[in-house]
């Protein structure tokens, strides 16, 4: 492991609050809804201690998930009746054949990534993901309202060693290959106004998903 990955798996462990946001089940139903039709094969990328995989699985219990985490401890955490698979590895250098996957989702993750290795870690989820497969990922939204009235900044978190608009997520995308790519809000204000509210900025977090077609 190089001195770069060690820090950010030092940085991922020293977040603890993580395994514990009440957040967590809600992000997972909305990506859920968003997995396209017939996905069986989904790679969780960043599942943490896989309270999410346990969503995903009682919502459709015929998923077969792959549980990803550069964190040794929280990777030995995951209930084998929950993923079949279970990898300790980083997202820039996955350990998986082409075409492998029919989804690929990630929860509050792509801000953990350093800045750069975000393209390579575009680059590989394109690469597993199988012919109209789905990447679904929400990430912190530095343009919300919340951020702005009380001068907040999405990288006051330690363990988040980037920050992505919305804007630009959807170029990053785009460039590596994705297509039909659509952003939704997510995070706490959904439950009032749902995931299409049209200013983006009410919501703390939003979700962006790009199709492999």
């Known amino acids: 492991m190089s001195t770069s990955q060690e820090f950010v798996v030092e940085r991922n462990r020293a977040e603890v609050s993580s395994e514990a946001d009440y957040r967590t089940p809600e992000r997972y139903r909305q990506m859920f809804m968003h997995l396209p039709r017939g996905a069986t094969r989904v790679l969780d990328a960043g599942c943490n201690t896989g309270r999410g995989g346990m969503v995903l699985k ?42 492998t996957f029919d989804a690929i ?60 608009y919305p804007d630009c997520l959807r170029f990053r995308l785009r460039a590596v290959g994705f297509s039909s790519v659509k952003i939704f809000g997510s995070g706490r204000m959904t439950h009032y106004v749902g995931q299409w509210f049209p200013w983006l900025a009410a919501y703390g977090s939003y979700l962006v998903r790009g199709d492999k077609w």
Do not use: K, M
């Not at 077969?64 to 401890?73: F, R, S, T």
């Not at 989820?125 to 012919?131: A, D, E, M, N």
């Open 58 to 99: 009682d919502l459709n219990p015929h998923l077969q998930l792959a549980g990803l985490d550069c964190v040794q401890e929280r990777v030995e955490a995951l209930d084998p009746a929950i993923y079949c698979e279970r990898i300790c590895g980083f997202a820039n250098q996955l350990a998986f054949a082409n075409d």
């Open 105 to 164: 989702v990630a929860g509050e993750f792509i801000e953990h990534v350093s800045s750069a290795d975000v393209d390579a870690t575009l680059v590989e989820f394109f690469r597993v993901l199988r012919l109209r497969g789905r990447l679904i990922l929400t990430t912190p939204n530095p343009n919300s309202l919340r951020n702005r009235l009380l001068d907040l900044s999405v990288l006051s978190d330690e363990a988040h060693l980037t920050q992505h």
